[in-house]
């Protein structure tokens, strides 16, 4: 059993014992177990968050999300440009069929990805990557909405914006990423 697991029981049997106490009497609660069940729950959480923030900044784990980040960027955006290309003789009630076939793999690996970014690059460089990428991700949602709705113009429209959010998110991605390897070179030597 690992750490985070046995902190989650923790917290968890911290919960059921509270309640436990909390219904055993019901005029007065016994403040000194609650206390110390309220501590142990505490410890549980610290123990917690401790153990995923460690897991989440190991180099291999962050080195393996940067590729899987830069790798659903990359993708996406081929998607968009090939979609953008096609979009004339894109059926307009089909594009919500190809919008979930070609990019719901990527956007989600990209999120569950995500938070190595800040790791990396800072919170205010994450910050102006996921809002590029939040962005063009409810353009894309928009495009789906407007097909199942068989607005046509609406389609065409939000793929061009969809496209260029998630430019604007590679750029940034590409350009943060570069800084970091230089970092990372220049500190080595």
Known sequence: ?????????????????GAFV???????VNWTWMGAILAVGAV???TYRRAHHQE??????LSGNMQTLQS?????????EELCARKDELPVYE????????FREDLDAF??????????????????????FAAGERYINRVWSASTDGYRDEVHKYLLKARNQFN??????????????????????
Request: hydrophobic residues 55%.
């Open 56 to 61: 989440a900044s190991s180099g291999h784990r």
């Open 168 to 189: 604007e998110a590679n750029g940034l991605f590409l350009n943060l990423q570069s800084a970091a390897a230089k970092d990372t070179v220049s500190s080595a030597a």
């Open 1 to 17: 059993m690992n750490i985070k697991t046995f902190s989650l029981i923790l917290v968890m049997a911290s919960f059921l014992a």
């Open 72 to 80: 659903s960027l990359a993708n996406v955006l081929a998607n968009l």
């Open 44 to 46: 549980g959480l610290w």
């Open 95 to 102: 594009a919500r069929f190809e919008i979930d076939r070609l």
């Open 22 to 28: 909390a219904v055993l009497d019901p005029v007065v």
């Open 111 to 132: 999120a569950e990805a995500r938070e190595s970014m800040v790791h990396v690059f800072g919170m205010q460089n994450y910050a102006d990557v996921m809002s590029a």
